[in-house]
């Protein structure tokens, strides 16, 4: 059965974990992150991290999924931003 609202969710999900693809390739690439906010990144992994844990307390399979993703994601560019403003 086509649960309709659980397909909201997953693609909820889907497009907001995929958003971050494209910004952490050119980051990456460039090695530019001048137009990045270290302090929205810092704040923003926080909270990804902090729904990353609330779904492992909820037993979320794809709130933990999503969320570990988009983790990954942001920590890779919170990363960046840090080792770029640490050779400035």
Known sequence: M???VSA?????????TVSFVPQV???YRTRDLSGVSLTMYSIFTTGIGLWLVYGVFKQDWPLILANSITFCLAGT??????QQSIKK
């Open 2 to 4: 086509f649960d309709f």
């Open 8 to 16: 909201i969710g997953g693609l909820a999900a889907i497009l907001t």
């Open 25 to 27: 390739i050119q980051s």
């Open 77 to 82: 560019m919170l990363f960046l931003k840090i």
